[in-house]
């Protein structure tokens, strides 16, 4: 079976095809994160089908403390007990690292962090975090890496991403061990390496090119979109492409707006996530095919139009902006919903948006169209 198929290019950007036990992926693809199992918002795995999810995206870390890894997989994985059938990708708790710097201690064995929830003592290493991920089921699963926080000294940033490295090779090993397992949930899970390296492009590239040695079934760029400007975003993306292997999809972690998701196809990516759509939803900040707005804006009050003109999701073919206004600032509940889910559908209409400009080859006219526009506002 071919994992990964590049199908059609244009520049640098790729229309791909991508292949696992839950099913067919097109990319370039934007993953739904649903952290805990659930997309933040009250959107239920059922609502994912509606607006055109195509992999869900959960996390090692939050499942591991609740409800815990050990009770997903007595309720047959990750798929059955929140009813979704597609592909699903588990990050590794690596980021963790990152996101809870204060409360945690980083050893060659592994990470030791106190849980966010009642401060316990949890260890969590390459071997743990494979562990985890199998019990969970899911169809792909990140290496445990360290995520370094912006700006980072060379020094640091180096014997970080050395780490990394010496990690991938024993989630490697404990990945095909896992999976070898007879009673292993899933036993195509695959497993995709992590390049690290902060802002250091010189660092970016050594690492590049040894996790590529380690024959993963696809590589990330992490640790990236925490805190350095754009234009160096871009500029590692660029500096670390030539290096990832052609046959293989490439992942930018945690990335990002609508704009960066085009110019990082541009870039050669293929493989997006980001918790935006679902945050700046809760916050009442949506996203349209004119810019972004803040539906909670006086100008609103009266407003009988949709969202947005442009969009066919069932919020806007159902619900006034003056209607979604009042609810947010009556705090109904229902506020959220409807504006993740508008969200979520404008990312996965983007997406697709991209696939189509690519299959007929006017993807350098759309980026041009649209890369600035939806760095804007209305």
Request: glycine share 8%; charged share 25%; proline share 4%.
């Given at each position: 079976?071919?994992v990964?198929e ?5 520049g640098k ?13 097109q ?11 659930a ?50 990708l588990?990050?590794?708790?690596g980021?963790?690292?990152f ?5 945690r201690?980083?050893k060659e ?5 106190a ?6 003592r ?5 071997e743990?975090?494979?562990?985890i ?17 912006n ?5 640091y940033?180096k ?5 990394t490295?010496?990690?991938?090779e ?6 095909d061990?896992?999976?070898?397992l007879?009673d ?14 902060a802002?250091f492009e ?9 996790i590529?040695?380690?024959?993963c ?7 990236l979109a ?8 871009y ?6 492409e030539?290096h ?10 945690g990335v990002?707006?609508p ?7 541009a870039?050669?990516v ?8 679902a945050?700046?939803a ?18 609103y009050?009266l ?11 069932s ?6 902006r ?12 229902l506020a ?11 990312y996965n209409?983007l ?6 400009a690519?299959?007929?080859?006017v993807?350098?006219a ?6 600035e ?6």
């Amino acid at each position: 079976m071919t994992v990964f198929e590049v199908i059609r290019t244009e520049g640098k950007a790729r229309r791909g095809v991508f292949t696992c036990a839950h099913g067919t992926v097109q990319t370039p693809v934007f993953m739904n994160v649903g952290t805990q199992g659930a997309i933040k918002g009250a959107v239920s795995a059922l609502d994912l089908k509606e607006i055109g999810c195509q992999v869900e995206l959960s996390n090692t870390y939050h499942l591991h403390l609740r409800p815990g890894d050990q009770v997903v997989r007595q309720m047959g994985g990750l798929h059955k007990f929140m009813r979704w059938d597609g592909p699903i990708l588990t990050d590794s708790g690596g980021f963790q690292v990152f996101s809870l710097s204060g409360l945690r201690k980083i050893k060659e064995e592994g990470v030791t962090f106190a849980s966010h929830i009642d401060g316990r003592r949890i260890f969590m290493g390459p071997e743990e975090s494979m562990q985890i991920q199998s019990n969970l089921g899911s169809d792909i699963a990140m290496a445990f890496d360290e995520c370094v926080e912006n700006p980072a000294t060379y020094e640091y940033a180096k014997a970080s991403c050395e780490r990394t490295l010496r990690w991938l090779e024993r989630c490697k090993a404990e990945h095909d061990r896992l999976n070898a397992l007879p009673d292993t949930i899933n036993s195509s899970q695959m497993l995709f390496g992590i390049n690290q390296g902060a802002t250091f492009e010189e660092l970016r590239v050594w690492h590049m090119k040894e996790i590529s040695k380690i024959d993963c079934e696809g590589y990330a760029i992490g640790g990236l979109a925490v805190g350095e400007p754009t234009q160096v975003m871009y500029d590692i993306i660029d500096a670390v492409e030539p290096h990832m292997p052609v046959d293989k999809p490439r992942y930018l972690m945690g990335v990002g707006t609508p704009s960066n998701i085009i110019e990082a196809v541009a870039r050669g990516v293929d493989f997006f996530d980001c918790v935006m759509p679902a945050r700046n939803a809760r916050h009442a900040k949506l996203f349209t095919w004119s810019g972004a707005l803040n539906i909670r804006n006086e100008k609103y009050k009266l407003d009988e139009r949709p969202i947005d003109p442009d969009c066919d999701c069932s919020v806007c073919r159902n619900f006034s902006r003056a209607y979604l206004r009042h609810l947010f600032v009556a705090e109904e509940m229902l506020a959220m919903r409807l504006a993740v889910l508008h969200n979520l559908y404008f990312y996965n209409k983007l997406a697709q948006r991209i696939r189509d400009a690519l299959d007929s080859g006017v993807f350098a006219a759309f980026r041009e169209e649209y890369s600035e526009k939806l760095a804007g506002r209305v």
